[in-house]
Structure formats: structure tokens, C-alpha cells
């Protein structure tokens, strides 16, 4: 009679499953990606790659950067000049519009960017986003997932995973920027990158974000499940990063970022010293120019944003997104 129980258990939590599976309107996991739609040479064009990167053994750092920013103007004055100190190999790609457009679009040429760098170094890369490009970089490891195998670590700082209800209370009719509509707690775009699985199995997923971030909110939207979430609070209760720095000069994400990238495995908190929270800027940042890197990196976003062609409503999903194709 036990034995019978548990046979009718199982049947039925095996059927609730494939219930489920059947009746999610989005494609399934595995299914290979679409064939890009932006031109190859567009693509090729938008990526940029250390000599270093070329053949190397070590874990090759691919960086996507946020809204309204290239990748230069995000990461020469902070991330590249640390990792050139250290030698340590990284590209970059940068986005269609300085991703104030179609986030669909975006992934694409992270999509191609990842394939790129794997292709040119000799072992699986990192993949770190900043803000939109933590969540650019998911939906392109979601649709396309011959990509997946080529990733060992995926760091998002301050990634938009789950939407902002800013957006929701900024645009609630729509008429805003696409990537803003797409980027709505109640978007079908959040929705979509979220859907049957957040995280995948052979990546060390690690998000980062603060309790100051003024952008994602409410707190918590960035977490993701099978990922390492960290608080940058819960590791220096005194740090004051906010949506902007923790993705371009402070000291203790970098540290973890660098421990997840540099080991097997997402970033462990615990492998750090204690005098990791005693230093504000990160290695790369020049402390007699920083104020005016983040101003420029902040005004420059807003002008890009403000100068985005207005949507009327959030982009539709491709047809590759939904299960039917």
C-alpha cells in the first residue's frame, strides 16, 4: 500500500511538471536559438578584444555595459586599466544605440560577443554586466543557449533581473524608451528572460547589488534563483555604492567580482580580507579624477536616455521567445 502511495505521488508530480512545462507560453530551455537577425559586420564591428585575450588560458572577462553608456565610456577609466596592471585578459562589447532601444536587440550582439570570445581564448569566459547588461547578457544565455557551454561565470552588478518599479511608476501607460518599457517589473520582456529557469546549470552565477541602489528597486530585484546574491551591505556594512559605482569604482565589488572570475565557482565572500571594506575605489580608479568620471558617466546616460526615440508601448517579444516559435 506504501509503495503504492508513493508510485501515485510521483505520477502525479511528474504530470503537475509536464503540465507545466506544456502550458508555459515560452520556449523551452534547450531549444536552439534563431539565426541573428542584426548583419555580421555590425556585429564584428562591436566587439573589442586585449591582445592578451587571443588564445588565452586564463578565464577571458567579456563586459556588457548598462543604458546609455559605450563601453569605454563605462569600464576604460576603472575596469580595463586595473585588469591591464594585472595582465589579465577582457573584451567588451558594445551596444545598438547605447542600449536605450530594444533590449532584444542588445542580446544579439552579446550573443555574438560571447561566441567571439570564446572563439579566440582557450577556455570558457566571464560574462559581467552592468545594470542592463547583467540582464542583456541573461536573455542571451536564455534564447541562444549554445552559449551557455562557453560560459564559466556570469557577474551582474546591479542587474535590472527582475525590472525596476520606477519604470512601472514612470512610464505606466508606456510612452517612454523601449529598453524602459522592456524593463518594468510587469514587463513581458522580465517576464520572458525570467521564464522556466533563472539560471543555468555549468555557469557561477553571482549578483551583486546595494542597499543605495537609486535606480532598481525595491531591493531585492536583483537576486536571482541559483545564484550567489550578494549584498555589498552584507559584506562592509558601511559601504555606500549606489546603482552607478558599484558597477564602475567601488573597491569591494571588484574584489568579488575578481574572486569569482579568478577561481571556481561564484564570488565568496569569505575569501576576502577584511581590509577589502576599508577602501572606497577600486584598482583603476584615480581618486584625483573619479568625481568627474562618474559625472560624466551619469550625464551621459541621462542624455542618451532623454534623447531616446519614445515607444508607445513595450517592444513585442520575438518570435523565437514563445514555445509555438
Not at 6 to 30: E, G, H, M, R
Not at 61 to 71: D, Q
Not at 224 to 246: F, M, W, Y
Request: hydrophobic fraction near 40%; glycine fraction near 6%.
Amino acid at each position: 500500500m506504501r509503495l503504492l502511495l508513493v508510485l501515485v505521488t510521483a505520477l502525479l508530480a511528474l504530470s503537475t511538471s509536464v503540465a507545466s512545462a506544456s502550458t508555459d507560453p515560452y520556449a523551452p530551455v534547450n531549444r536552439p536559438g534563431p539565426r541573428l537577425s542584426v548583419p555580421i559586420a555590425q556585429l564584428e564591428a562591436a566587439v573589442k578584444c586585449t591582445p592578451s585575450a587571443y588564445g588565452s588560458r586564463r578565464e577571458v572577462a567579456l563586459f556588457v555595459p548598462g543604458t546609455g553608456v559605450e563601453p569605454d565610456e563605462a569600464f576604460s577609466w576603472n575596469w580595463f586599466r586595473a585588469l591591464d596592471a594585472i595582465g589579465h585578459p577582457y573584451c567588451s562589447v558594445a551596444l545598438p544605440a547605447s542600449s536605450v532601444g530594444d533590449v532584444q536587440v542588445s542580446a544579439e550582439y552579446v550573443v555574438h560577443a560571447i561566441r567571439h570570445t570564446r572563439a579566440i581564448s582557450r577556455g570558457k569566459i566571464a560574462v559581467i554586466g552592468h545594470s542592463q547588461g547583467g540582464v542583456s547578457s541573461r536573455f542571451a544565455l536564455r534564447f541562444w543557449p549554445d552559449t551557455r557551454a562557453m560560459v564559466a561565470d556570469h557577474v551582474g552588478l546591479a542587474a535590472v533581473n527582475h525590472g525596476s518599479d520606477q519604470n512601472d511608476a514612470l512610464y505606466p501607460n508606456g510612452n517612454g524608451p523601449a529598453f524602459a518599457l522592456q524593463l518594468k517589473r510587469s514587463a513581458k520582456f522580465v517576464e520572458a528572460v525570467n521564464s522556466r529557469q533563472e539560471t543555468f546549470p555549468g555557469i557561477a552565477y553571482t549578483s551583486l547589488s546595494t542597499v543605495h541602489d537609486q535606480f532598481v528597486t525595491p531591493a531585492g530585484t536583483t537576486d536571482l534563483r541559483g545564484a550567489t546574491n550578494i549584498s555589498l551591505q552584507d559584506v562592509c556594512p558601511e559601504n555606500k555604492s549606489d546603482h552607478i559605482t558599484i558597477g564602475t569604482s567601488d573597491n569591494l565589488a571588484f574584489a568579488l567580482t575578481m574572486n569569482a572570475i579568478t577561481r571556481r565557482g561564484p564570488a565568496t565572500p569569505a575569501d576576502l580580507p577584511a581590509s577589502v571594506c576599508g577602501q572606497d575605489l577600486m584598482p583603476g580608479a584615480d581618486p584625483t579624477t573619479v568625481t568627474a568620471d562618474l559625472t560624466a558617466f551619469l550625464e551621459t546616460a541621462m542624455d542618451r536616455i532623454a534623447a531616446a526615440p519614445v515607444s508607445v508601448a513595450e517592444p513585442a517579444l520575438k518570435p523565437h521567445v514563445f514555445a509555438r516559435g
